[in-house]
């Protein structure tokens, strides 16, 4: 069986352009999570979608933005990419969005924006 | 606001040693603690989830403990082997989504 998946792995972008990310969570697998891991840091969350709808959002500005579509697949988007958003994107899946759930991570989305 | 924090940052030791990260956050409310492994510019794989109602959670080597009452938890990892370096990331989930700790770098020497 095939795991979190998410593309493109690597991306680099210059200052105001914008970006989109993608993950495909594991077959079955409902809930949907992202996050922004900075070099040298723990991830901090950013959103969490289940069911297509938000279901948690992390401190993170207004241009940043994410989407669950009908077969449980994502999308992050970040619009005027500031150098401060280069960073590994994770994403993360799961059952359902109970706690004590197993989180599942994808090898990540390297961005740098120069 | 929930702090978690990994002590030591980095950790080398020679092959075959027995080991222990320790992590500690300030909100005693949660729901469960997990422990973590990132491989350099990779993805993370769980390794332990501890609920809040258990002690500790065991998986071949490694061997998780939860004290809630102190905000505590520790990761034991036994005889240490080359394949265990690797970055061991503690997280807990309350009432906000996982928080994670900067880690621990660990490095086991041949």
């Known amino acids: ?114 | 606001k929930q702090e978690v924090t990994q002590i030591p940052a980095a950790l080398s030791v020679p092959e075959g040693e027995n080991l222990v990260l320790n992590c500690s956050f300030t909100d005693s409310a949660i729901y469960n603690l997990q422990w973590f492994r990132q491989d350099p510019g990779k993805g993370l794989t769980s390794l332990l989830l501890i609920q809040s109602s258990q002690r500790e959670q065991t998986s071949g080597r490694l061997n998780a403990s939860l004290d809630k009452s102190s905000g505590r938890s520790t990761l034991y990892i036994a005889a240490s082997q080359p394949g265990d370096s690797a970055t061991y990331l503690c997280a807990v989930e309350g009432n906000t989504p996982l928080v994670f700790g900067k880690g621990t770098r660990l490095s086991v020497i041949a």
Do not use: M
């Not at chain 1, 792995?9 to 969570?25: A, D, E, F, N, W």
């Not at chain 1, 709808?53 to 207004?62: Q, T």
């Not at chain 1, 500031?82 to 990540?108: I, R, V």
């Open chain 1, 1 to 114: 069986d095939a795991g979190v998946t998410q593309s493109p792995t690597h991306l680099i972008k210059t200052r105001g352009q914008h970006v989109t990310l993608r993950c495909s969570p594991i077959s079955g697998h409902k809930s949907v999570s992202w996050y922004q891991q900075v070099l040298g840091q723990g991830p901090q969350f950013i959103f969490q979608y289940y069911e297509k709808e938000e279901r948690g959002r992390g401190n993170f500005p207004d241009r940043f933005s994410a989407r669950q579509f009908p077969n449980y697949s994502s999308e992050l988007n970040v619009n005027a990419l500031l150098l401060g958003d280069s960073a590994l994107y994770l994403c993360a899946s799961s059952l359902g969005d109970s706690s004590n759930e197993k989180l599942f991570f994808g090898s990540g989305t390297q961005l740098s924006v120069l």
